[in-house]
């Protein structure tokens, strides 16, 4: 996957005592999000207000309410991400990138090496995973930087005349209307007295 360096940021966990299936539904449900929107619906998983939907490993699971099927709340999972999502936003602060517009463009889990356990619970390895996200500027917010940065050029403008607005003859069409008005006036009189004479 190529990315732009100036733009992006990294953060790698490894060896999280994490379930790798359960990190993988996870990354799911958060890849391509912006980094806010992801770390709020992280915090209500954690709150129990939203379940994480199980769309793979989901084998005789229960359905959870809302628009999903299958569904859990995985608390050490979410808190070993949420934690990696607040260490990927700290270093894209160093960098000097803007953390309300960020995306999470990249975010994957793999299955790592399984220590095995002390006492006699040694047969059973623990669960160990590696999670790699990577979070990038929105392309709007780059092109707005950019145009920022540009030297604005200033163009000599020539002076042009203006065209003139022809003034509209607005005391002639008064004294038009006056005009009329009289001559309607005068007209209904002459009617009158001929009424009369009649």
């Given at each position: 996957m190529k990315t732009n360096n100036e733009h992006t940021a990294r953060v790698i966990g490894r060896d999280l005592a994490i379930s790798t299936k359960q990190a993988i539904e996870i990354s799911k449900s958060i890849r391509g999000k912006t980094l806010h929107k992801s770390k709020a619906f992280l915090n209500r998983v954690l709150k129990?207000?939203?379940?994480?939907?199980?769309?793979?490993?989901?084998?005789?699971?229960?359905?959870?309410?809302?628009?999903?099927?299958?569904?859990?709340?995985?608390?050490?999972?979410?808190?070993?991400?949420?934690?990696?999502?607040?260490?990927?936003?700290?270093?894209?602060?160093n960098k000097g990138l803007d953390t309300e517009n960020l995306v999470i463009s990249s975010i994957i889990p793999n299955k790592a090496s399984r220590p095995s356990r002390f006492g006699r619970k040694r047969r059973i390895r623990a669960k160990r995973t590696h999670v790699e996200i990577v979070v990038e500027e929105q392309e709007q917010k780059i092109s707005q930087k950019k145009d920022a940065t540009k030297p604005v050029k200033q163009e000599e403008k020539v002076a042009q005349p203006t065209p003139k607005k022809e003034e509209k003859p607005v005391e002639k069409k008064i004294e038009e209307k006056v005009e009329k008005k009289e001559v309607k006036t005068e007209k209904s009189k002459e009617e009158k007295k001929e009424e009369t004479k009649k």
């Open positions: 129990k207000t939203d379940a994480i939907p199980f769309t793979r490993f989901n084998r005789d699971m229960g359905h959870k309410p809302g628009p999903i099927a299958a569904g859990r709340y995985p608390e050490n999972s979410t808190k070993a991400i949420l934690a990696l999502l607040d260490s990927v936003e700290s270093n894209a602060q």
